[in-house]
């Protein structure tokens, strides 16, 4: 059956917002090899299919053309892009649409400056300090840092030489510009922001860079093109294409494209193993390495630990997937493996080569750099989050800050007062009403037809005692949704 987005027609009486769509396996994480988010809603946020050109303007009147990595800022309303092929860094509103540029002239160059007087050579990725304040580029053969209050930018680490072949990079470790990369297309910031982790891709390393002393090692990776675990530079690396550190700061994600593999890497111990992946390049979901990946490409983790996904953008793959963490368990989230800018929800979608990805703090939304376009995803996540993550890093939308959870370290289910008999009746595919719990001003909603509901009503807007509004559209039927308003809300079974 084709999955649709049911609608909540506008109650009378009161104002009601749906916030998410999921189906009802999410509550308890689904499992190894189903698609997730069959509802995630993937729409276009600028750009226009086949113009790989960098035009300001609005939605898509602007076109964006090949954006490698793109990065949230300003409480998640604002996305930096990086436009190798553009030599600029474009700067998205999401609430608008509009784009204009950053950074660079658009020609290719070194040359420091500010805004868009400065040369970019080759940037691949943006990462900003956790109080914006500071810019870092992945610019190839540099590493560029911008004063976010100026827009002043100047080249921290980095030179090239001129041969047959023109400028060209190198692998020796040294401080600031006598250092050298052949190709530094992916960074993440580490150590208290005091750290950049680089992804030197074609020289198959991973770099490390103190921001403050402008020193360049070797943190992983001996420099061979190959696969193997180990330990520090005792281990080998195929084509950088992705970094993301989670939330411990202590255990760094590597996409190792070449190998089709996502590697794990201890900070504190300089241990590399293999999280997820096998030699086999596909699109197969499952845990560990009996999952496979089609051409990885950028990474991103939320800022909550409690989430414990990483999202995985897959360029040629044309999808996204999450990986859990802790399990390894690979699901897709959204696009079906074809080639395509087509809209949707989940695996109806389509995309033109997923390079980056960036996620809000709850992963409510994933925004994806592809090929012509910035797409984003609305995806559901309330029912995969413990409520400790709730309660510390989720501000739901309207602004309304997520209510304290009663037990902060039980399921989303169970903080919200449900018994096992109302968790079991929440599975229920064949109950026939939607019962809503509400704790301040947030309802969330059981399950009819494989799906449940979440709204928001404004506190002072909620009814008095219990009463009826009129769910349509979900599989041609209508259903009542009985606002259930107690203390602490809870699920009736």
């Not at 900003?128 to 560029?144: C, F, H, K, V």
């Not at 921290?156 to 530094?184: E, R």
């Not at 079906?336 to 949707?344: A, E, F, I, L, N």
């Not at 019962?435 to 059981?446: D, E, P």
């Amino acid at each position: 059956m084709e999955s649709r987005a049911p609608k909540l027609p506008r109650p009378r009486m009161r104002r009601v917002v749906l916030l998410c769509i999921c189906s009802v396996f999410l509550l308890f994480g689904g499992g190894a090899g189903e698609t997730l988010f069959d509802t995630s809603e993937v729409s276009t946020l600028a750009g226009a299919y086949n113009a790989d050109y960098a035009l300001d303007g609005t939605g898509t009147s602007a076109l964006v053309g090949t954006s490698y990595g793109v990065a949230l800022a300003d409480h998640d309303s604002v996305l930096y892009i990086a436009q190798k092929n553009h030599f600029k860094i474009r700067r998205l509103v999401v609430a608008t649409g509009v784009v204009t540029t950053y950074l660079g002239t658009g020609t290719t160059g070194s040359a420091d400056g500010v805004g868009t007087a400065a040369q970019l050579a080759s940037p691949g990725d943006v990462v900003l300090t956790e109080d914006e304040s500071i810019m870092y580029l992945a610019d190839g053969l540099y590493i560029r840092r911008v004063s976010m209050v100026s827009g002043a930018v100047s080249t921290i680490a980095g030179h090239a030489t001129y041969g047959d072949s023109g400028w060209v990079g190198g692998s020796g470790d040294g401080t600031g510009t006598n250092a050298q990369f052949a190709s530094a297309h992916r960074a993440v910031l580490a150590d208290n922001q005091q750290t950049l982790l680089i992804a030197d891709s074609t020289n198959y390393r991973i770099r490390r860079l103190n921001v403050t002393s402008g020193v360049v090692t070797t943190l992983f990776g001996n420099g061979t093109s190959g696969y193997l675990d180990g330990e520090g530079t005792h281990t080998m690396f195929r084509t950088v294409n992705g970094l993301a550190l989670y939330g411990d700061n202590v255990t760094l994600f590597i996409a190792d494209s070449g190998n089709n593999r996502i590697r794990r890497a201890d900070l504190s111990t300089s241990q590399v193993s293999t999280a997820a992946g096998s030699a086999v390049r596909a699109l197969i979901d499952g845990t560990g390495t009996f999952a496979s990946f089609y051409d990885l490409s950028g990474l991103a983790v939320t800022g909550c630990t409690e989430h414990r996904y990483m999202y995985i953008a897959e360029n040629t793959g044309n999808v996204i997937r999450r990986m859990h963490v802790t399990t390894g368990v690979v699901q897709k989230v959204a696009g079906d493996g074809g080639w395509g800018d087509t809209d949707g929800y989940g695996t109806n979608a389509a995309f033109y080569n997923v390079l980056d990805v960036a996620v809000t703090s709850r992963a409510l939304e994933i925004y994806a750099g592809t090929k012509y376009k910035i797409r984003q995803t609305l995806q559901c996540p309330c029912h995969t989050y413990e409520c400790q993550c709730l309660d510390e890093c989720a501000t739901l939308a309207f602004g309304q800050v997520q209510p304290s959870c009663m037990n902060q370290i039980t399921p989303y289910c169970e903080a919200y007062g449900a018994s096992d008999a109302g968790c079991a009746s929440f599975l229920d595919r064949e109950y026939s009403q939607v019962t809503l719990g509400a704790i301040g001003g947030y309802l969330r909603a059981k399950t009819i037809g494989g799906y449940s509901f979440s709204a928001w009503v404004p506190y002072d807007a909620m009814p008095a005692d219990d009463s009826t509004i009129a769910v349509s559209e979900l599989y041609e039927s209508e259903v009542n949704a009985v606002l259930d308003i107690g203390q602490y809300g809870g699920f009736q079974g």
